[in-house]
Nanobody, 127 residues
Framework: QVQLVESGGGLVQAGDSLRLSCAAS????????VGWFRQAPGKEREFVSA????????YYADSVKGRFTISRDNAENMVYLQMNSLKPEDTAVYYC????????????????????WGQGTQVTVSS
């Protein structure tokens, strides 16, 4: 079983940067693909980014490509989402999630493939 806790959210101005952290526990966490999703009020959960166990394969939604960077530190069981050039439309609750069967659908953008989820952290970007 994997436990995930997000942190680092807050209120920032457009153009600012923010770094989200996902702290994980679990014996085999380092072998899991980890994804970031977000959900704004009245909208469906949206894929943001994902990183494979090695950290060398990353995936991004078109809306954040070039602005966000996902990374992981398996020694510390941490996954990060560096968010630069934030826009008001980035406002949402951000969740990290773990795919325990990453070879089934590598770098999946579907939340159905992620078994474990954190509670989320709020990111608000003002204009």
């Amino acid at each position: 079983q994997v436990q995930l806790v997000e942190s680092g959210g807050g209120l920032v101005q457009a153009g600012d940067s923010l770094r989200l952290s996902c702290a994980a526990s679990g014996r085999t966490f380092s072998r899991y693909t980890v994804g970031w999703f977000r959900q704004a009020p009245g909208k469906e959960r949206e894929f943001v980014s994902a990183v494979t166990w090695s950290g060398r394969n990353t995936y991004y939604a078109d809306s954040v490509k070039g602005r966000f960077t996902i990374s992981r530190d398996n020694a510390e069981n941490m996954v990060y989402l560096q968010m630069n050039s934030l826009k008001p439309e980035d406002t949402a609750v951000y969740y990290c999630a773990a795919d325990t069967t990453p070879l089934r659908n590598p770098g999946s953008r579907s939340f159905d493939d992620y078994e474990y989820w954190g509670q989320g952290t709020q990111v608000t970007v003002s204009s």
